[in-house]
Each structure stands twice: as structure tokens, then as C-alpha cells.
């Protein structure tokens, strides 16, 4: 499989990157074992890039998986954090959980985040600085969905890495198009930042264009990987043979076809604080009658909501 080197870190990552949000909790729910299972064959099939998150809950089968394998793979993790203090709760986490000795890419998640956000968390990405300083951190990034964020990163010397969402219908790009995030990340990249992708399938809802998809994103010049989440063996094997060989077959996949996801609230559980709107980085939550629904239309089906809700009232289905 092909690899690139990640901008000016030094860091090579294969074209395809194992994205670890789908299996675990907040959306396909898998047990760790499972992961696990998922994880080792990625990783004996080619791949050596897994990107993952505070939030998704999935550091203990990557550290099953560290152990199951010859070669230690890149890993990139981020984190919600505002404070200085928080962000390095969550560096010490991903070192534990994972039991690594350092983290080659952790990015600030921010995937609503406005222009400001280097200043409202000023503390969260001073300490990234720090623990790169250190060792604990080989390289610092953004995690976005926004194109101003994405241009910003580009004049912001102590990034790294940026990993913005792109995909050809623009689905869960916020402040601006397609074309116009296409443009910051070819300002990225220009600037020396190693530029990875997310939701190339725009959460799963263009897995049956995915030669399409896949063909958009590939031709944007200068990027890294992109970060692909996987749930079964037939996906993990499809990907690599897809990454390695540009061998193009829908068939060999069912479970592209098979496996569909819709989230939904509980009315019945639901307390209408409105979290579940706040967190959603598609605004694809709103608010009726005292209720709150999600509009497929919209989702991205991160999951995200899954996770931060108080009363555990939103379910995949």
C-alpha cells in the first residue's frame, strides 16, 4: 500500500487509515474483542495509521491490538479539552490506556470550533506544545469540519497536522463548500502542514457511490490518508484490496450494503436539555414542540450525540 509522509513531521502513514469512531460505543457498539479482531487484521493486512479520540472510546482494543502485532502503527487521538489541565488529563489517558510511550499525532477536536479557537482553548493546545516538548507528543494538530478553521491552521506555525472532513457533496462542511474547503486545504499543504481526510464517505451515506468517492478525494493533490472506520473483516479486507490494488468491486462488500445506521431520540427519556443539539457539528438536531429530532438529511452519524447525552435517550437503530 502506498504511504506518504504526513507534511513536514517526518511521520509516514499508509493512504489508508483505520478510523476507530465506527466500532465502537457510539455507533456500531462492538465488543472490545471484536475490535480487537478488526484492528490486528488492518494492521497485518498493510495498514499503519489508526486515528482515534478521547471521546470514542476505543484506546483498550488498540492496546489489545498494540500487543497482537510486530510493528507499533502511527496513532493519532484527540481531545474536547479547553484547559490546560484537562488537555493533559487526556494526554495522560491515551498514554495509559493505550500503554504507548508517546502519541504520534494529537489534535485539538474541534469540529464546530469558530476562527477563535486557538484562544478560547489556549491552555488545551499550549499543553499539546508541552508535551511535544517532552516527547509525549511527536507532532500537534486540528481535528475540523470548518473551512475558516481549516484556512486558519494554515498560518498557525505550531500545527502540524490537520484533518479536516471532505467529501463530494460537502456533507458536515460547516462555514463554506466543497470547493471552498478544497481551497484551505490546498493552503494547508502548501504551508507544509501534513493534511489527512475524514468522512471521504460523509459518515457512511455514500458508501454505495464509493469508487466516486473515493476518486474525489484522491484527487486532491498533496494529501496523506484518509481515515476510512471499518465494523467487519469483509470491510477491512475490501479497503486494503481497494488502497492497494484501485481493484473496484462493489460485490465483494455486502456489508457496504447491509449495514445501515439511523439514530433517534427517546422522547420518552429525553429531558430537552439541549446537549445533544449543542454537540452535533452538522446542526442536524432541532428543536419542536419541546422535542428534539434528528434529520437524517443531516446526520453524519458520528455518533457524537450518542455519547454526551445525560440520559443516554439517543440509540442507533
Known amino acids: 500500500m502506498k504511504k506518504n509522509v504526513l507534511g513536514r513531521t ?16 457510539l455507533q456500531k457498539n462492538l465488543s472490545v474483542e471484536e475490535c480487537t479482531e478488526l ?34 502503527p502511527v496513532i493519532a ?19 495509559e490506556a493505550m500503554d ?27 499543553c499539546l506544545l508541552d508535551n511535544k516538548e517532552k516527547g509525549k507528543i511527536r507532532a500537534v494538530g486540528i ?5 475558516p478553521v481549516t484556512a486558519l491552521a494554515a498560518e498557525v506555525e505550531e500545527i502540524d497536522v490537520v484533518f479536516p472532513i471532505i467529501n463530494m457533496y460537502g456533507r458536515g462542511i460547516i462555514q463554506g463548500t466543497a470547493d471552498e474547503m478544497k481551497d484551505a486545504i490546498g493552503v494547508c499543504i ?3 502542514k501534513g493534511v489527512y481526510f475524514m468522512k471521504a464517505l460523509a459518515g457512511g451515506s455514500l458508501v454505495g ?25 469483509q470491510e477491512v479486507a475490501f479497503n486494503i484490496k481497494y488502497f492497494s490494488t484501485e481493484t473496484f468491486n462493489m460485490d465483494s462488500l455486502p456489508t457496504f450494503k447491509t449495514f445501515k445506521k439511523q439514530f433517534r431520540i427517546l422522547h420518552r427519556q429525553c429531558k430537552a436539555c439541549g446537549t445533544c443539539m449543542s454537540i452535533c457539528p452538522n446542526e442536524a438536531i432541532i428543536e419542536e414542540g419541546g ?13 457524537y450525540c450518542v455519547g454526551e447525552c445525560p440520559e443516554f435517550a439517543i440509540r442507533i437503530i
Open 209 to 233: 457511490h464509493y469508487h466516486d468517492a473515493m476518486s474525489y478525494v484522491r484527487s486532491i493533490p498533496g494529501y496523506t490518508s484518509i481515515a476510512l472506520g471499518m465494523v467487519s473483516l
Open 143 to 147: 481535528s475540523t469540519h470548518s473551512v
Open 190 to 192: 502548501s504551508k507544509g
Open 100 to 126: 504507548i510511550a508517546y502519541i504520534d499525532i494529537f489534535h485539538l477536536h474541534a469540529p464546530k470550533a469558530e476562527t477563535n479557537v486557538l484562544e478560547e482553548r489556549k491552555g488545551a493546545f499550549q
Open 39 to 72: 484492528l490486528v487484521a488492518a494492521l497485518d493486512g498493510g495498514i499503519n495509521f489508526i486515528d482515534t479520540a478521547q471521546v470514542y472510546r476505543t484506546y483498550d482494543p488498540i492496546r489489545k491490538a498494540l500487543k497482537k502485532v510486530q510493528n507499533r
Open 10 to 25: 517526518g511521520i509516514e502513514v499508509t493512504e489508508l487509515c483505520f478510523g476507530a469512531l465506527p466500532m465502537g460505543p
Open 291 to 303: 422535542k428534539f429530532y434528528i434529520q437524517d438529511q443531516n446526520c453524519l452519524q458520528c455518533g
Open 77 to 95: 487521538t484527540k481531545s474536547m479539552a479547553t484547559s490546560y489541565e484537562e488537555m493533559q488529563k487526556a494526554v495522560d489517558e491515551a498514554l
